[in-house]
């Protein structure tokens, strides 16, 4: 359920024709001197879209370090998106780990605000390797226990670990202080089936669409800066 949606969602871009920007071409969008007031939505959103299709044919050539540092950027642009982190966990399968850490490492040396740990625990998870997930998404929480995504891997990992009833609980607190995540509607749908409460896995697949970012564009999900986030 998870992959095919946002298949839906971002799949129809990629066949677009553009032309590869070169990495430095991104740089201005999150450490520059451009504050997210100056540029329009429009061109935001089209200059997210074009790093995501880039990335992607970087990934087919075998351009990994260089699509790695793109796909970072996208996570320092909006950690509460998908896209970057399926991407990424897509080439950690395609990849033995021994090769995937050392670049994935390399590329964000360029980003010394990331986060690791959460990065990692969204790559593990999206790649079904719940332990590796778990790991870090708990070295993560340990300094941060109150952060909004890393509550949100921590749900979802509990989620794909078998412990639906937990998964239920944080979930539901994560979507208490935060009404449009999306994702989180969705892994609340999948622990609630999983639980056999059809009714309640309903009501979250209603709200996972009222608050998907096609439907909302005011959503954190949507892929635009979040809103504690400022840089573009």
Request: net charge neutral.
């Amino acid at each position: 359920m998870r992959y095919w949606i946002i298949t839906v969602l971002t799949g129809g871009a990629l066949g677009v024709a553009t032309m590869l920007t070169p990495v430095g071409g991104y740089l201005g969008m999150t450490g520059g001197a451009d504050k997210i007031e100056d540029v329009s939505r429009a061109e935001l959103l089209k200059k997210i879209e074009t790093m995501r299709i880039d990335a992607v044919r970087m990934i087919s050539d075998g351009k990994n370090e260089e699509a790695f540092q793109i796909l970072l950027k996208l996570v320092d642009i909006n950690h509460y998106d998908q896209f970057p982190y399926v991407q990424l966990a897509r080439a950690l399968e395609a990849m033995t780990e021994e090769k995937f850490l050392p670049t994935l490492t390399k590329a964000a040396s360029t980003l010394p605000a990331l986060e690791m740990d959460r990065t990692l625990a969204a790559v593990y998870f999206h790649a079904n390797k719940a332990e590796s997930a778990k790991k870090h998404i708990d070295a993560f929480l340990k300094t941060k226990p109150d952060d909004l995504a890393g509550l949100f891997y921590k749900g979802s990992i509990a989620r794909l670990s078998g412990d639906n009833a937990e998964a239920v609980k944080i979930l539901t607190g994560v979507i208490g202080r935060e009404k449009t995540y999306y994702f989180a509607y969705l892994e609340l749908n999948l622990a609630y089936e999983k639980l056999g409460d059809e009714a309640n896995a309903g009501k979250m697949m209603e709200l996972a669409l009222k608050n998907s970012p096609s439907n909302n564009k005011e959503g954190i999900c949507h892929g635009l800066p979040s809103p504690d986030e400022k840089k573009v």
